[in-house]
């Protein structure tokens, strides 16, 4: 009789501030963490043979994964001009992210199993200018000019090298 038994007791949090500048802009702050733990299959420490071609193996030695995060925006908005700024910034750490490491034996039979891993992190940020002009009593026109950008950072293993990509956008 197989026995697993596991628990993952971890601390969840978010604060949150918002701080007005002045009566037109205003600067806020998040900070969050998030836990996740492995999935059943990912822990359970025995052969999935399944597919005799690709077996795999749980970890039962996983650790769940936290995701820090942090966000901050800064806006700003004059009535008078009809403008308005806006810009925000969020980035994600990741530590002991739980991805798969496989490896391709000489007989071409793929070996799976799970691993913690830490480093990986995605960001995504934008800035964005709107101004509103009037045409004539009943018509205005409203432009809106935005510029953002995504970064990620993922770290994985293949062929039981581990590495890390990066994308950009």
């Not at 037109?24 to 071609?53: A, D, H, K």
Request: no cysteine; charged share 20%; net charge positive.
């Amino acid at each position: 009789i197989l026995s697993l038994k596991h628990n993952f007791k971890n601390l969840e949090l978010t604060s949150f501030i918002r701080y007005r500048l002045s009566k037109r802009s205003s600067l806020s702050f998040e900070y969050s963490l998030y836990n996740t733990p492995p999935g059943l299959l990912q822990i359970q420490p025995f052969q999935n043979i399944t597919n005799p071609l690709h077996i795999i193996i749980g970890n039962p030695s996983l650790k769940h994964y936290s995701t820090h995060g942090v966000y901050i925006k800064y806006n700003v908005f004059n009535l008078q001009k009809e403008t308005g700024l806006n810009t925000y910034l969020i980035v994600n750490f990741m530590k002991d992210q739980i991805v798969a490491k496989s490896i391709i034996d000489e007989n071409f039979i793929r070996y799976t199993t799970y691993a913690n891993v830490s480093g990986g992190y995605n960001a995504r940020g934008k800035v964005s200018y709107s101004k509103n002009i009037k045409i004539d009593a009943f018509k205005s026109l409203k432009y809106e000019f935005e510029l953002s950008t995504i970064i990620d950072k993922q770290i994985n293993f293949n062929n039981d090298q581990q590495y890390a990509s990066i994308n950009t956008l």
